[in-house]
């Protein structure tokens, strides 16, 4: 959960925008389940975690068109970048991380089984203590990828990491060579890719490394 | 997963007892629900774990009735205390487990519910961690039981521990002496009792604790 254990992480976005309730609610749930709702430390979740976004109105400008258009979409582009920015603040807060990991699922049979997807594979604590031990350990990954329970083929599914496929189709990459793979892995920032290779739902979830770290803040806490 | 890392798990037991093979998987289906599919070192799975249970029918004894009967009762007994013993050897083998943890679920609406509730705390990083760290953090309990996402009320939940009620129908027992939960924390076997207070559905289920020992192996090694 998020530090220092037991936390209310309570969030609060304001805008001088003058947007009505029912435009910026439906605004806020697209972009919390896209940013907020990706994320994940331990799969362990807080009892009353919030996000509330209000628009003072203080800004003159014409009235924002129920239907949408150019402005509600540029205010939504700007609130996913700031709910992004926020989300990533707290996984890389997450006790004991020193990786923040990126997971970009692709070929999914929808979007709801690419999510469902990366985030077991995100929860898994084989793959984030291989994340931790700083080793790209593509079998975890497809084992992961295996207990979501969501429609996938050994044969069709494909697995990179920082930009290089390391198996494509079920199989090894012919002439792989993991010495980028290698210096990736090393970094504070790491990309996983898995493509499911059976349809066009695709999904992005971030959570980070399981290191010694978080069993000494966990294991430590008195109640 | 089982020690030692991506290993598969394969289980054979053998009988002398002469039951025809519908019999004997149908008693092997019931037993392993029950029991290996009742235990979670860390959620994550093995790719062929195998549970085979083969009768050489070298032993002279009347036929088994298809219908069942006090014979086939008294196997069906004996083969589950051999299922769990073998299934809590697996999870007390658990990457660097210390201890063994039993949750019992009552109350659920239904036993598959109970099942669900009791996995998702045997899988909670923080339930774990603070079982490691010798804590009775009932909060940890509470909340895992809340994101299993099944029917489940606060003001009906009971959780104890040891034998001891910390918590009844949504609040602390009255006059609540944690002396002998602290004394339970310190053993190498941890119970812990759930109660929803909805209905009549139950469920056993084993985990262990998540301790540094886990980090060390998964963290270090190899793929």
């Not at 205010?75 to 004991?96: H, I, M, N, S, W």
Request: hydrophobic share 40%; net charge neutral; aromatic share 4%.
């Amino acid at each position: 959960m998020i530090a220092p254990d037991m936390a209310t992480m309570l969030c609060f976005i304001f805008t001088d925008a003058k947007i009505p309730a029912p435009v910026l609610q439906s605004l806020l749930k697209k972009g919390v389940d896209e940013t907020f709702n990706c994320t994940t430390v331990d799969s362990d979740t807080s009892t009353s975690d919030s996000v509330l976004l209000i628009a003072t109105g203080q800004t003159k400008h014409r009235r924002v068109p129920a239907e949408g258009g150019k402005m509600v979409a540029d205010f939504a582009r700007a609130l996913k970048e700031v709910l992004l920015d926020l989300a990533l603040q707290v996984v890389r807060d997450g006790e004991g991380a020193q990786k923040l990991v990126r997971i970009d699922v692709t070929g999914a049979k929808t979007a709801r089984s690419a999510k469902k997807i990366g985030m077991v594979v995100a929860n898994s604590p084989l793959v984030k203590t291989a994340i931790a031990g700083e080793d790209a350990n593509w079998g975890r990954i497809v084992m992961a990828v295996g207990k979501a329970g969501e429609p996938a083929d050994r044969d069709t599914l494909s697995i990179g990491v920082g930009g290089t496929w390391m198996a494509k189709s079920g199989g090894v990459v012919p002439g792989y060579d993991e010495t980028p793979v290698v210096a990736h892995m090393k970094g504070r920032e790491i990309e996983i890719a898995i493509d499911i290779g059976l349809g066009r739902g695709k999904a992005t979830v971030w959570t980070c490394d399981l290191t010694h770290g978080y069993i000494d803040i966990n294991g430590s806490y008195r109640s």
